[in-house]
């Protein structure tokens, strides 16, 4: 058995599964965890509806 930090249950990204260590920043959006490195991806999703392609705009 791994010998374990005096920690409370490891808190986890939800994407990359990476565990969130002490004093990390961290997002806690919609339930879902999300580190430093994954915020862009975070961010792509819940900025989704909001995502233009440049030339494909829906818009008049
Ligand atoms: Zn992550």
Redesign the pocket.
Known sequence: MLSTKCSPAALR?T??G?EIVLGEEYWACNGCL??R??LPELARRELFPCREIRGKEDKP
């Open positions: 990204c994407l990359c990476r999300t580190c490195e994954c």
